[in-house]
């Protein structure tokens, strides 16, 4: 079965720059998309299609794809952005949908 | 605004058939070419996409549940439908449905899940 690679914990200060990675051999030619949750929240999508931002997420959200591995990163960490990060994406064939383990950015 | 919430039993025996519907209000569910999507989350846990159906029908499902698992459209209840069988504990979790987000034309991004409901808590135990 596919499975999407990431790092279980990133932590940074305020003010830093966070970057959350995503590895998966199927990543080279699918894209990645990621998503944040809040504790007892329903995820929200921040990045799709590798770099792009829907409508109402920040600038200092962004998305990249190298490879195998796809990145995350918040420029100027807050607190507030504290939460469990998913990437997500398919196999080759885009009959496995998965998602990553999950990475809880912390932020003090 | 499209806005979605699921519905069903919070308690499952095992064995038997875990069903859901995802109650979708401002908009109809075959409107657009969207996907809705159905994921689950065991608690303290990530996430698994269960399955999708898109709006004129067509299911695709997550290998690892086939033969259990069906995603269905009750267009006169503007509702999408989750029937997992022989459930186990192992299908405790919260269960979301999810629409894919609006592109251009009415079109869907896939795998884009723009829009969830918050989700509902279901558990498997005699």
């Known amino acids: 079965s596919y499975e999407l690679t990431q790092p279980p914990s990133v932590s940074v200060s305020p003010g830093q720059t966070a970057r959350i990675t995503c590895s998966g051999d199927?990543?080279?030619?699918?894209?990645a998309y990621w998503y944040r949750q809040k504790s007892g929240q329903a995820p929200v999508l921040v990045i799709y299609?590798?770099?792009k931002r829907p409508s109402g997420i920040p600038e200092r959200f962004s998305g990249s794809s190298s490879g195998t591995m796809a990145t995350f990163t918040i420029t100027g960490a807050q607190v507030d952005d504290e939460a469990d990060y998913y990437c997500?994406?398919?196999?080759?064939?885009?009959?496995?949908?998965?998602f990553g383990g999950g990475t809880k950015l912390t932020v003090l | 605004q499209v806005h979605l919430q699921e519905s069903g039993p919070g308690l499952v025996r095992p064995s038997q058939t875990l069903s859901l519907s995802c109650s979708v209000s401002?908009?109809?569910?075959?409107?657009?070419?969207?996907?809705w999507s159905w994921i689950r989350q065991p608690a303290g846990k990530g996430l698994e996409w269960i399955g999708r159906?898109?709006?004129?029908?067509?299911?695709n499902y997550n290998p690892s549940l086939r033969g259990r698992v069906s995603i269905s459209l009750d267009t006169s209840k503007n509702q999408i439908s989750l029937n997992l069988g022989s459930v186990t504990a192992a299908d405790t979790a919260v269960y979301y449905c999810?629409?894919?987000?609006?592109?251009?034309?009415?079109?869907?991004?896939?795998?884009?899940?723009?829009?969830w409901g918050q989700g509902t808590m279901v558990t498997v135990s005699s």
């Open positions: 997500y994406s398919t196999d080759n064939y885009g009959n496995e949908r998965v």
């Open positions: 299609e590798d770099t």
């Open positions: 159906i898109y709006t004129s029908g067509n299911p």
């Open positions: 199927a990543l080279s030619k699918k894209y």
């Open positions: 999810a629409r894919d987000l609006s592109g251009g034309l009415g079109i869907g991004i896939e795998d884009a899940f723009e829009i």
């Open positions: 401002g908009d109809s569910i075959t409107s657009g070419n969207y996907y």
